[in-house]
Every structure is written in structure tokens, then in C-alpha cells.
């Protein structure tokens, strides 16, 4: 009799918005890591109004915490990608729970998606928000997941871009500029750490 692999769940709250409160779930840290209460909050803290009636993606979603904190605060649509098939229905089965109909779900590959969401972008004309979040490197088959990452952001059409955000392992130091984008700002939280990117200013 063949075995069913058992994903342990786990669960966080939506921290604000028009879901405030409402639980999601989130697999196993082995699936798919989540990003901690502390980050999202300091992340939204940061983004604040800006992000209503703005497009949010989220690439490497896992179960989608963030992009549906962004659309539980206003965002207009938001993006999610996601290749794990567990993490994936997770995903599906969050949305649902929340009614949250701005949502747009692809499966599969971040690196092989990722431009039919900009294809998805290209008649919008609201201003976008990315947000990465790869898997760390330390894990197997990752090493060169960064480098991948960077080359996705320059694909970006920065006339449409207002904002670029990723999270990745502390001990890596970002480029300055990526492209026509510009760092301006990091929080570090342990392990972690956010680095905000905008299109350079003429």
C-alpha cells in the first residue's frame, strides 16, 4: 500500500487590512519557508499606503503569506508563484478561505513563470511591487539560486516597477544596482534580511 507523505501545517494571522485576523496556513519549514511574523510586519511597516490599488507580486510564494498581506491592505492585483505542489494548494486553499478574488495563482517554476506574469503586467496601469524570497542557497541544488534571482529582477520593466524588495540569507551582500534599479534601503533579522530596491531617480 503506497505511503501518503503528511505535511505538518502550521498557521499565522493576517496582521492587518480587511482580513486582519484571519487565519492562513503555511507548510512544513522543509516545503517552504515563511516569512516570520517580525519580517512581514516590518516589511508592511515600510510599504504602509503605498501599496493600495497597487500590483504585488509575490515569486517563490510558498503558501503566500505576503502577497495576501498585501491584498488584505489594499493592493489591487497580486501575483503569486509557487512550483511545489504541496505548497501550491496550500496557496489555492488560503485564497479561497479569504475570498480573495484579486488574486492571480501560477504553478510552476519561478524562473519559467515568472515572464507570463510580466506578460500579465504589460496592459496595467498601476505601478508594481515584487517581492522575492528564494530559497536560501545553503540548501541543496540552491547555490546558484541568487544570482538566477538577480538576473529575473533586470527583466523587470522599471516604467511599471515601484519597488523591488527581496529577502535573502544576511551573510549575502547584495549589488548596489540591478539593472535601472537602485538599493536604498536593509533590515536585518537574524538569519534574514530585507533589501529594498527603486528605480534609479533621473
Known sequence: MK???I???FTTNIIAGKYKGQTIEIPDINTTRSSKSILKE????????????????????????VGLEAS????????????????????????RKLNATNCNLFFGDSFEKFSLVLEALTNSSKKTYFY????????????EIYDKTIKLIESIDINSCEMVIVEHMTNLDMPEKIGDLEFFKRKKFGRSTISYFKPEED
Do not use: W
Request: charged share 20%; aromatic share 14%; glycine share 8%.
Open 72 to 95: 488584505s491592505r489594499g493592493a489591487g492585483q497580486c501575483y503569486f508563484i509557487e512550483h511545489n505542489r504541496q505548497a501550491y494548494n496550500i496557496l489555492q486553499s488560503n485564497t
Open 132 to 143: 522575492f524570497d528564494p530559497p536560501f542557497s545553503t540548501r541543496d541544488g540552491m547555490d
Open 3 to 5: 505511503k501518503h507523505n
Open 42 to 65: 516590518s516589511l508592511f511597516n515600510t510599504l504602509q499606503f503605498d501599496i493600495i490599488d497597487k500590483n504585488f507580486v509575490e515569486v517563490f510564494a510558498g503558501s503566500g503569506s
Open 7 to 9: 505535511i505538518k501545517l
